[in-house]
């Protein structure tokens, strides 16, 4: 495996550049993407000879979570020191360009790095990173696929037991367990449960509200597995029979979210793939309260790019794992979310790759 | 309540300063305990003439968790848009210092706001809200006390049950949903679970390791009540008999955490305070490992200032809530952590108050 991280640092490289320049990277997810493995904390530094990866000493070295690959020294920073500024210390006397990245690094941090070696001149690595990131390998794209599998099964599973007169908080607390049950290292996000007027909404926090019949229930739920998180998303009628607004409003939420993952196609724009379900949406007049977003890219974060967004530029690659998951929530009412994880391939392989296949039909529970 | 937030932002005025002067606060916590309720992504300006907070449109703008309290202007910023670049805009026109928290703001947004608004010269608020929160009122501590409560039920429920041949996830597991079933928000940071050769290491991540007898069994956990966090740490030993190598090394992690509990009272510098914890360690032989710091503050977030530390300046004050939880853990046998939170009372009050109050007895399970 440790091929395919020096791999990775070596493209980070040919992208910020001219021989002789050092890079600092310290987003999370960024660090863990080019060294394989990341303690929180941690700083990995690019220098002209050498990578080092700095992190804070932990009683936990020996866990796989903070295990190291990829071919790397590392540099263990005692007590309270910034591994940051550590690796520019590591640099001091040098000159030249430390590229840091300006989106990850608080104003008083790279103060500090500033101070720890006067000699560099800091620039900005920007989003080249995550831009690395956007198009998944095929080990990833499985791992994301195992993640789906296990979002798929706990809600399987929840499906098939008694909801009305549990709470939403003990239906998302069942939800967790059963993904670590199924294989998850835990939630991809937190759980959310969204009972009657409380459904369709994005990210609810589940309260102690019970569920009834006639309500409608969205549920919205993820897995991490070996460091990848995708979710899903689901809308439920409680009861024998949905009311007709109910089956009106699933209906509308369902065809702008198919329009969406059906042009989920390499070289298709950003916004074309937004607006392929928001134009829906709007013409049936739910403008008001849309998402930002109908989707966005997932991986190592369950949100990082493409963002699929009205003023979103770029297009979609083949191997970009997006969801695409609109949203329509009625004041008072609630309403419907639908949420899937696909990967983006062309025609010629099949088309966009769904992930979680739970059942899109509006099931009256 | 809406005085209390009206008489912090106050308070804070009087700190950073000359009349005439703006400042911007954006840690969430920050903007929670001045605004009585932030919505993730909310910034606060404190201008000359008026408060206003700003914060994203959300779908759950009628959620307690995301309700606004203090007599506050509130502005909600449309789609993709930066809460904090919008306050700056509003003040765009205006010239004079604006204080921003630069342990908050990234390099990339603190240069978002110096575009949105080129008439202002940014200064560093530093830690200012920070401090402020060190000294709680009695609200806030009755909210830690029912946290703690809550904690010690979870965590009593658990010692009642059959922990051999259980994994350390499901036990975590079992504990979050025990901590929102006597009232918790939810858990104050992730519930560890830490068995045999796991035991007593901090921030231990629960893994699929299954509880033998014999073992050292570590639990740490905590719980959110109204926003407020408080943890509580405890090490067990399975089976009916400790060995001598455990009952040696518990007595020496508990008559270190005894010290440091009794070592807090008004006037007492942080650094004594870990002292007085630290060197009884140190002088058995245990400095390899040992945690940068012994104890710590809490309240809106479950670390915050004072750190009890080494290189920690300043003294404790009166109704300063605070940790003390050292841990040893020996590499390949496990290890003894004990964690308690305390609110720093004088010595005519009966000295600190103790808010976990579950026993710190060896117990056999």
New interface residues.
């Given amino acids: 495996m440790s091929e395919v991280y020096a791999s990775r640092r070596a493209r980070l490289r040919d992208q910020y550049g001219a021989t002789g320049a050092a890079a600092l990277v310290c987003g999370h997810a960024n660090v863990r993407y080019l060294a394989g493995g990341a303690p929180p904390g941690a700083a990995l530094l690019l220098a002209p000879g050498e990578d080092v990866l700095f992190h804070p ?1 932990s ?2 070295d020996d ?1 796989q ?1 903070s295990r190291v690959d990829g071919g790397l020294r590392t540099a263990v920073c005692e ?2 020191d910034d591994p940051a500024v550590a690796a520019a210390r590591f640099l001091a006397g040098a000159d030249g360009p430390l590229a ?1 990245e ?7 941090r ?2 500090a790095l500033a101070v720890a070696a006067p000699g560099l001149r800091l620039t ?1 690595l920007a989003g080249a990173v995550e831009q690395l990131r956007v198009v998944k390998d095929e080990e990833e794209v499985s791992r994301l696929r195992i993640a789906a599998e296990i979002a798929d099964q706990a809600l399987g599973e929840l499906l098939e037991s008694i909801l009305v007169g549990r709470t939403e ?2 239906l998302a ?1 069942e939800l ?2 059963r993904l ?1 049950d199924h294989g998850a290292d835990g939630p991809a996000f937190p759980t959310s449960v969204a009972t009657g007027p409380h459904s ?6 589940p ?1 102690d509200r019970r569920v009834e019949e006639g309500d409608f229930l969205t549920v919205t739920l993820g897995a991490e597995y070996r460091g990848y998180r995708c979710g899903i998303g689901r809308t439920f009628v409680i009861g024998t029979a949905p009311a007709d607004w109910q089956i009106e409003l699933y209906e509308l939420v369902f065809a702008a979210q198919r329009a969406g993952r059906e042009s989920l196609l390499p070289g298709v724009g950003c916004r074309e793939a937004d607006h392929a379900v928001r134009h829906r949406l709007v013409a049936a007049g739910h403008e008001e ?1 849309l998402d ?1 977003c109908t989707g966005h890219g997932v991986g190592l974060e369950i949100v990082e790019e493409p963002q699929l ?1 009205p ?1 979103a530029m770029g297009k979609l690659d083949a191997c970009v794992p997006v969801t695409v998951g609109p ?1 329509v ?1 009625l004041p008072g009412r609630g309403g419907v979310r639908i949420d899937d994880t696909l990967v983006v391939r062309p025609e010629a392989d099949g088309g966009p790759e769904l992930l979680t296949i739970t059942t899109k039909e509006l099931l009256a529970l």
Same sequence: chains 1, 2.
């Fill in positions: 000493r009683q936990a866990d979570s007590g309270p840091v300006e989106d990850h690094l608080t104003v008083a790279h103060r900005d908080r003990h607390l967790d367990r670590v369709g909404r994005a990210a609810h926090r309260s309260g930002p967004a003023a949203g929530h």
